[in-house]
């Protein structure tokens, strides 16, 4: 029984506290929505932990007489929402198991929690505390919310602020992306593709309002709007197709009320730039370009575009991308690109200078965003899901980066506004399905075949054809599932975090995966009889996307380990890691044979277009050689070639057969809809060669949320 104390009793369990006299439930620190009844049932689960708690006790309370005719489907109701919002499951709890026939009973870990004034607030202090992601962890482990945060950011708590909220910005049907505050804080600018429409336009909307006022109009896409400080202006950049196959790619300023726009700058029309930033003083422009030939760079311009000079140039093959001013003008921070799954945030004096690295992450970063005092720089580490990924800060001064425990993992474009005491974010906002078609050619039509109202992904034949591993959100969080051949009988087999991408052994009792619960993605096996997992890589990198060895004895993954992402192979029994290639690697995969290893290349965005491609490597050593320029990620190799998603016909997506013998190409499939990918492979042809899975997309929208509370 949980101890009482003045008439209240907050209880704490994992990451979660929960105040049983306000029926209040906080994640981390931050408030999670539950509905009365779910919160009610969670109470009574908590007061008599371990004890199977009656459907009966539960109808009695909960349900006055009169009612019972919906108690049914009104207790299933509240439960499912209950879980929901615990992140946990029937088929394998975490928290709450059901007993047939009987009730519930509460499993996991209970305590009591200490009493509070306060609650949790980030505001930046100077430094940064050196703690280890294990040391972090184990006080999470312990429920010491408060520590956990106050440790991991350097962050203070205050008493005059509330607990940190999320709540809608801006919720329209379709993609609001890049916002970004008016000086003031009580207005949002952003770009948005509504869903009759294939092109962004700007929009400009009031905190706190759904109503929008649209600025721009076709042709063309208008997007990533940027305030100007004294609010009278909007920067843009627009990109419009002058004739066919030349596209224009300018930057252009306009009013925040609408009416006419005026270009002041015209750019590298394949420059993958998107963020323009306004000195404080409004004087100045940084964005990126290049010049001709030259390398691509960060540069600055007066605000009406009569001048323009270069601050920084990439190194060759790299990009610099995404320029921020720091609050003061001084300094402006940017992204440095180097393939497109490794970015890192870099500062510049914004006089001229030798710019300084401020990560080595060896990981995907998004556009670095200032707090409003400049002491930290925000930006997202990205995971292989599409769509976002987590918030992080990192001391403007250089210092170890540090996640925000935020319970969004789909954050992108982040915008502080000036004063500090608001923070939006896009949050992706979108499910995938498991389609299957029949080979070759047939004329049946494609089905639906693993399908939620979620996310579905990363399909995987057993061996013997008979069971199907795929990733999924189906039940709230993130977790590797096992089907039967047909899709029925769908069973939960582990949580992963961001990773999945699972990988059958030839003798079909174990299954490799991906995974970063602690915070750099590994590689990891499960036995399927009894779910015990093993831990096959590790270190201060990024492990990704394992593939058995034919004998069964190694595992294949894509590593970043040396700055850029390579092959390496793992035994399976003594962990010994071997690096396969020395020129780029990704999506490794053995063939039948077990004489060579097929693979990807990172590429370079917008520089390195010779990376696109299958290539292969022998496994005992040699040169590397190109395969063919087809296949892009979706491929799947099997003895009489390789199978690929073929996705340039937009109306009229394809399977192809890469034929090794003859290299002849062949269609053996229509997809109906393009082919995607979450994270893995996504493509899967079954071990009789007359099936293959792929992914689409059903539904992918865009919502703007603003974060309310705490200072940033």
């Known amino acids: ?30 408030r999670v929505h539950l509905q009365d009844k779910s919160f009610r049932i969670l109470s009574m689960l908590l007061e008599r932990p371990g004890e199977v708690v009656t459907r009966e006790e539960v109808k009695k309370q909960l349900w006055p007489a009169g009612t019972f005719v919906a108690f049914d489907q009104g ?31 509460f499993i996991a870990s209970v305590a009591s929690a200490r009493e509070s004034t306060t609650r949790i607030v980030f505001k930046p202090t100077l430094g940064s505390h050196p703690h280890s992601w294990s040391f972090r962890r184990t006080l999470a482990a312990l429920g010491l919310v408060a520590g956990v945060l106050l440790l991991l950011f350097g962050f203070r708590t205050k008493r005059d602020h509330a607990s940190l909220e999320i709540v809608p910005l801006a919720t329209h049907p379709g993609w609001q992306r890049d916002p970004n505050f008016s000086p003031d804080g009580n207005q949002i600018t952003f770009d948005y593709v509504d869903e009759n429409s294939h092109s962004p336009d700007v929009y400009v909307q009031a905190v706190g309002d759904q109503k929008m006022l649209r600025l721009t109009t076709p042709p063309g896409a208008s997007y990533c709007p940027s305030w100007s400080p004294d609010g009278k202006s909007i920067a843009y950049q627009h990109s419009v197709e002058v004739s066919p196959g030349h596209p224009e790619r300018t930057i252009m300023l306009m009013s925040p009320l609408g009416g006419s726009q005026r270009t002041i700058r015209q750019l590298i029309p394949e420059n993958g730039s998107c963020r323009v930033s306004w000195s404080p003083d409004g004087n100045l422009l940084a964005y990126a370009d290049r010049l001709s030939t030259e390398a691509t760079g960060i ?76 002491r930290r720089i925000l930006f997202t580490v990205r995971g292989p899901a599409s769509g976002g990924g987590s918030l992080y800060a990192v001391p403007s001064r250089g210092g170890k980066p540090e996640r925000l425990l935020l319970p969004d993992s789909s954050i992108s474009s982040p915008t502080v506004s000036a004063r500090g005491d608001k923070l939006a974010y896009e949050k992706a906002v979108f499910s995938m399905a498991i389609w299957k078609v029949l080979i070759p050619n047939s004329a049946e039509p494609n089905t639906r075949f693993i399908a939620s109202t979620r996310t579905d992904s990363d399909p995987s034949f057993s061996p013997d054809g008979t069971k199907i591993a795929f990733d999924s959100t189906r039940d709230g969080i993130e977790a590797m599932w096992l089907c039967d051949a ?16 699972p990988s059958w052994a030839p003798d079909g009792t174990r299954i490799a995966f991906d995974d970063r619960h602690s915070g750099r993605s590994h590689i990891y096996v499960i036995e399927v009889h009894d779910r015990n997992t093993h831990q096959i890589s590790e270190g201060d990198f990024d492990d990704e996307v394992p593939s058995w060895s034919v004998d069964g004895k190694s595992i294949y993954f894509a590593s970043n380990r040396t700055g850029t992402y390579e092959i390496w192979k793992a035994s399976t029994g003594t962990k010994k890691v071997v690096q396969i290639t020395h020129n780029g690697g990704l999506f490794p995969s053995e063939s039948p044979d077990g004489r060579f290893v097929y693979y990807n290349k990172p590429a370079v965005p917008y520089l390195d277009g010779e990376a696109r491609g299958l290539w292969r490597i022998p496994v005992a050593g040699g040169l590397e050689r190109l395969v063919t320029r087809d296949p892009d990620r979706l491929w799947y190799i099997r003895p009489e070639g390789i199978y690929f998603a073929d996705n340039t016909r937009k109306t009229d997506p394809v399977l192809k057969l890469f034929e090794l013998q003859t290299q002849a190409i062949l269609v053996v499939g229509h997809l109906g809809k393009e082919a995607t990918s979450k994270g893995g492979h996504n493509l899967a042809i079954s071990p009789d060669g007359h099936s293959a899975l792929y992914v689409r997309v059903e539904t992918w929208n865009g919502e703007l949320m603003l974060v309310k509370g705490g200072s940033w």
Not at 91 to 96: A, G, L, R
């Open 299 to 374: 540069f600055l311009m007066s605000a009406d575009g009569s001048d323009s000079r270069r601050l920084t140039t990439a190194p060759d093959k790299m990009l610099d991308d995404s320029p921020a001013f720091s609050p003061d003008g001084q300094k402006i921070a940017f992204v440095r690109i180097s393939s497109m799954s490794t970015r890192e945030i870099y500062v510049v004096p914004s006089s001229g200078g030798e710019p300084t690295r401020l990560t080595f992450l060896k990981e995907d970063l998004g556009q670095p965003v200032w707090t409003s005092d400049g």
């Open 75 to 105: 207790l299933d109701t509240a439960l499912q929402k209950l879980r929901y919002a615990l992140g946990d499951s029937a088929q394998s709890p975490t928290f709450i198991e059901t007993i047939p026939r009987r009730g519930y009973r």
């Open 486 to 501: 047909d899709g029925a009988n769908p069973l939960r087999l582990a949580v992963v975090h961001q990773g999945g991408s």
């Open 1 to 30: 029984m949980v101890a009482r104390s003045n008439g209240r009793s907050r209880v704490s369990f994992g990451l979660f506290e929960a105040d049983l006299s306000s029926g209040e439930l906080y994640k981390s620190g931050l």
